[in-house]
Each structure stands twice: as C-alpha cells, then as structure tokens.
C-alpha cells in the first residue's frame, strides 16, 4: 500500500495524530503536506503525552522517514524548539527532512495575523495568531520567504526587504518591535539555517524513490475539511487545503501515489474559533462533551465549541475526499448518556430540508440541525478492543454513521491511549497491505470477533 492520505472530516482535532500514528508504526514514511503550527497533535503513549505541531508524528517510532513537505508552512523557531524537545526526550530526530521549497513565516507575519485579527472586532475568524494567513498570503503574492534562502544570506536579505516594503504602512505600529530590526533578522534567520542545514532536502525526489521502491508512505493533513479555503465555510477557515487532493500539491508526488483515504472523525463534533456550526450545543450538555472530551486546543488552548455529530457535514467531508474509510475517535466520550443524537439534515429559514453540505453561506448560517436520536449506553469503553466488545447501542450507533455516510468504519477510539482502539475488518486489510500481513495477523487474532 504505497500511499495513504489521511484527513481530518470535521473542523479539525478529530484525532488524526493518533491514527497517523498507529498507521505509522506498519509504514515507512510520514509526511505532513499543508498547515503550520497553528495545527497540534497530542498522542498518548505509555501514559506519557506528547505534543507535535510540526514534525510528523512517525518521528516517534524509531526508523521511520519523517517528512515536512512544501506546502507546509513554517515557523523556524518553533521548529527547533520542537526538535530541541524531542532531543531533550532521547527520540532520535535525524530521519526528520524538510521541504527546501517550504515557505517560512517571519516576524512580520505573526504581527499582520495579531493585528488583522484585532481590527476585525467582532467579525473576527478566530486565527490562531501564528502568522499562519499572512505567511500563504505572501506565498501567493510571490514575495514569500523559503526555507532554501536560509542558506544564503544575500539572496535571504534581498527576499525580505521585498517583502517587508509593501507593508511598511502595516507595519508602522510596529516600528519599534525589535523582531523587526533588519539586521537581527537576517542573522537569527542565517542561524536557523545552520541549525536546519542536516534536514533541509529535496523531499520531492525523497518521497518519489520511496514510494518507487514500494515503501508504505502515510500522508498526515492538519485542520479538517470543513476548514478547507475552497471547499470549507469560508471565511471562517484555514489558509491552506486541508483535503485528500491537497496530499499531492504539498508534498510533490503524482495522484496515482495515493491508493487510500482515511478520514477521522469525533463520535461527537467539535470546531474552535467563529463560524456557523448547526448541531452546537449550548448549555450544561455541551460543557459536559467538553469537560469529558478534554476539548481544549492543543495548540491555543482554547475551549472548543461542542455539539452532536454533523452528518451532514461528515457526508459532505466524505465526498471531498473520496473517503475509503472512517476513523471514528473518541467514542467513549459519549459513555452514561441515556439517549444520544446525530444531526442527519439541516433545516432552513424557511422551513425548507437541506441533505446535502448548502452551497451558500447565507443559507448556512442560517440553518439548525434535524437530530435524530437513539439509544445511549452507559458502559466504559476503554477495554473493548472487538467490535463485539461494544454495548449493542454503541455498535448500533457506528452502523448508523456508515450507513449515513455509505463509508466503512477502519478504527475506533475508546480512549485517549494508543492501544485503546478497535479495528474492524476495513482496518486490518490496510495493515494488511502495508506491512506485509505480520501486524495485521496479531491483530486478527487479538481483536477478531468470536
């Protein structure tokens, strides 16, 4: 299995860290395509909790290529801190290449994105303030800078002071911030070059020798479908791509590489920052899916607005992405609820019954969701590892989200650590696959129905 994309379904932290990082453990590779450190994964292993913004989380298994690719973008600082952190945690970080083509985000970036944000009141989208926006903004605009001209420091000089000009008048509050003086710039900017020199490489050519020699290469999105700047509810949305489609531009390998797509998904549904969001729920349920949930961004630490599974959103999320298969995480979440609801459509204004994702974002902001309720369940989930395992309410509740969304169900999350999962046949046949049939044997015989 040579390629394998995996995305996130809803508005992001789904949990793709942790599927990336079971799916890793059989491959070879990982490579992350689009975002920047405005995105976080957290994975629990051996009750240790670990905290990746930009480096792949196959970084934690040892010999596995890790790639950043070029439609990353990249914060150099939080990079090395990142690197430094691992370093200081004894995993070995020197299989980690970076795109030379991935663009950088400079100082200047991280106070446009602060102070846009501030001018636009309460219309806010709700940034992570990491310079994220103004940093792709630049890369559109031809006046980025790449992670290559850290390595020569007059073609790094020229680049800034091009794209510092256009936005003197934007950055006259800021005159006297010293992160803007030129000259300290450039040379904490030449620094990082020579401390990222050993992992800056052409990691298109990488990707494509790996993927020739048949390596199993996994393909790790941040943020969510929802918050993609076409397909997404714009504007509340993120500044990059965040679909399958994307895997090929961010990285630099051909479509025919990519032979799986797995889309992960909350048994419940989350987003952080403004935007429309029909199955939010509002009062003591919603903080109680959060308290359980620990719904706090990894990366802001933010409460994160809750509500009942959208599989309006989620079905649309599955044609983005031509989904082969779902990750649902977090199910025990929904554990000691008596009853326990989907949204299966929107209703409009006017009354009227939307099936499918609205197209226009005044219909959408205007629509609340249709639930459909079922049977709640009352055990704890964190031993199952067997569909069969689970109450019947809960195996009826992942038949009724595959049947809503015509997907297969690969993986279930029953809790926060890396072994409290259930594959079901569709995930087996990936491992299967990937690594030659030896894991996936174990796991048939440890978590087969009886």
């Given at each position: 299995?040579?390629g394998?994309?995996v995305?996130?379904a809803?508005?992001g932290?789904?949990?793709?860290g942790?599927?990336?990082d079971?799916l890793?453990?059989?491959?070879?590779?990982?490579?992350r395509f689009?975002?920047?450190?405005?995105a976080?994964?957290?994975?629990?292993?051996?009750g240790?909790?670990w905290?990746l913004?930009l480096i792949p989380s196959?970084?934690?298994?040892a010999?596995k290529q890790c790639?950043i690719g070029?439609?990353?973008?990249i914060d150099p600082?939080?990079l090395?801190?990142?690197?430094?952190?691992?370093?200081?945690k004894?995993?070995?970080?020197s299989?980690?290449?970076?795109?030379a083509?991935?663009?950088?985000?400079m100082?200047y970036?991280?106070?446009?994105d602060?102070a846009?944000?501030?001018?636009?009141?309460?219309?806010?989208?709700?940034?992570?303030?990491?310079?994220?926006?103004?940093?792709?903004?630049d890369?559109?605009?031809r006046?980025?800078?790449?992670?290559q001209d850290?390595?020569?420091?007059?073609?790094?000089?020229?680049?800034?002071?091009?794209?510092?000009e256009?936005?003197?008048?934007?950055?006259?509050p800021?005159e006297?911030d010293?992160?803007?003086?030129?000259?300290?710039m450039i040379?904490?900017?030449?620094?990082?070059?020579?401390r990222l020199?050993?992992?800056?490489?052409d990691?298109?050519?990488?990707?494509?020798?790996l993927?020739e020699g048949?390596?199993?290469?996994?393909?790790?999105?941040?943020?969510?479908?929802?918050?993609?700047?076409?397909?997404g509810?714009?504007?509340?949305?993120?500044?990059s791509?965040?679909?399958?489609?994307?895997a090929?531009?961010?990285?630099?390998i051909g479509?025919r590489?990519i032979d799986?797509?797995?889309?992960v998904s909350?048994?419940?549904t989350?987003?952080?920052?403004a935007g429309p969001?029909?199955?939010?729920?509002h009062?003591?349920l919603?903080?109680e899916?959060?308290?359980?949930g620990?719904?706090?961004g990894t990366?802001?630490g933010r409460?994160?607005?809750?509500?009942w599974l959208d599989l309006?959103a989620?079905?649309y999320?599955?044609r983005?992405?031509t989904?082969n298969?779902l990750a649902i995480?977090?199910?025990?979440?929904?554990?000691g609820?008596?009853?326990?609801?989907v949204?299966?459509?929107?209703?409009g204004a006017?009354?009227a019954?939307?099936?499918?994702?609205?197209?226009?974002?005044?219909?959408?902001h205007h629509?609340?969701a249709?639930l459909?309720?079922?049977a709640g369940?009352?055990?704890?989930?964190?031993?199952?590892r067997?569909?069969?395992?689970l109450p019947t309410?809960?195996?009826e509740?992942l038949?009724f989200?595959?049947a809503?969304t015509?997907v297969?169900i690969?993986?279930?999350?029953?809790?926060p650590g890396?072994e409290?999962?259930?594959?079901?046949?569709?995930?087996?046949?990936?491992?299967?696959?990937?690594?030659?049939?030896?894991?996936?044997g174990?796991?048939?015989?440890?978590?087969s129905?009886?």
């Open positions: 299995m040579p394998i994309v995305v996130g809803q508005w932290d789904e949990g793709k942790k599927v990336t079971l890793a453990e059989h491959g070879d590779a990982v490579v689009q975002g920047g450190n405005n976080g994964h957290t994975i629990v292993r051996d240790v909790e905290k913004h196959g970084i934690l298994h010999g790639v070029n439609g990353v973008v600082k939080v090395i801190d990142e690197l430094e952190a691992l370093r200081a004894r995993i070995d970080v299989s980690l290449r970076v795109s083509n991935a663009h950088l985000i100082p970036h991280l106070l446009l602060s846009g944000e501030a001018k636009l009141g309460q219309l806010q989208i709700g940034t992570t303030r990491r310079g994220i926006g103004p940093c792709y903004a890369k559109a605009a006046l980025g800078i790449r992670v850290l390595l020569d420091e007059k073609i790094l000089k020229k680049k800034i002071l091009a794209a510092m256009p936005k003197r008048l934007s950055l006259r800021f006297k010293p992160s803007l003086d030129l000259k300290s040379d904490e900017h030449l620094t990082y070059g020579h020199e050993r992992h800056i490489a990691t298109s050519k990488l990707l494509w020798e993927l048949g390596a199993s290469v996994i393909f790790e999105g941040a943020q969510g479908a929802m918050l993609d700047i076409d397909h509810t714009y504007p509340f949305v993120t500044s791509n965040p679909v399958a489609g994307a090929c531009v961010g990285t630099g479509p590489a799986e797509v797995w889309g909350k048994a419940y989350t987003r952080v920052g969001f029909p199955s939010e729920l009062e003591e919603g903080d899916i959060r308290r359980k620990g719904e706090f990366t802001t409460p994160r607005r809750t509500g309006v989620l079905r999320a599955a983005l992405n989904l298969a995480t977090k199910l025990d979440v929904l554990s609820f008596q009853t326990v609801q949204c299966t459509s929107y209703e006017e009354g019954t939307f099936e499918d994702f609205p197209y226009h974002q005044t219909v959408l629509t609340t249709r459909t309720e079922l369940w009352s055990e704890d989930l964190g031993e199952c067997s569909l069969s395992d309410a809960a195996s509740y038949q989200i595959e809503a015509g297969p690969a993986l279930v999350g029953v809790g890396r409290q999962v259930i594959w079901t046949d569709a995930g087996r046949q990936t491992l299967l696959a990937t690594d030659g049939g030896q894991a996936a174990q796991l048939n015989v440890a978590h129905r009886p």
